[in-house]
Nanobody
Framework: QVQLVESGGGLVQPGGSLRLSCAASGFTLDDYAIGWFRRAPGKDREGVSCISSAGTTFYADSVKGRFSISRDNAKNTVYLQMNSLKPEDSAVYFC??????????????WGQGTQVTVSS
């Protein structure tokens, strides 16, 4: 059974950091892309970052220079390092997967999400 489980969310002050994890089970990540998305209350889902099976990375303009995506295929896990967090980064963060390449929104499997709250 394919499953994605996010973890690492929480409450952090502005300027702080968090590292989100997306652990995959039921399949091996080697041939899959992982995308990170977020949804804030009252807003549409937003693509945040993606890493392809080849390791090519993509970032939304709003997080470039602050967020970094990486993958550890041996652990079947993808990470999203989030630095210099802002209140507007507060949202539920989801990871999703599809074969090989990143896409704006078409993914086959989604996780349940982890809450990130940036507040003083």
């Amino acid at each position: 059974q394919v499953q994605l489980v996010e973890s690492g969310g929480g409450l952090v002050q502005p300027g702080g950091s968090l590292r989100l994890s997306c652990a995959a089970s039921g399949f091996t990540l080697d041939d899959y892309a992982i995308g990170w998305f977020r949804r804030a209350p009252g807003k549409d889902r937003e693509g945040v970052s993606c890493i392809s099976s080849a390791g090519t990375t993509f970032y939304a303009d709003s997080v470039k220079g602050r967020f970094s995506i990486s993958r550890d295929n041996a652990k079947n896990t993808v990470y999203l390092q989030m630095n210099s967090l802002k209140p507007e980064d507060s949202a539920v963060y989801f990871c999703a997967t599809r074969e090989f390449s990143c896409h704006v929104e078409e993914y086959d499997y989604w996780g349940q999400g982890t809450q990130v709250t940036v507040s003083s």
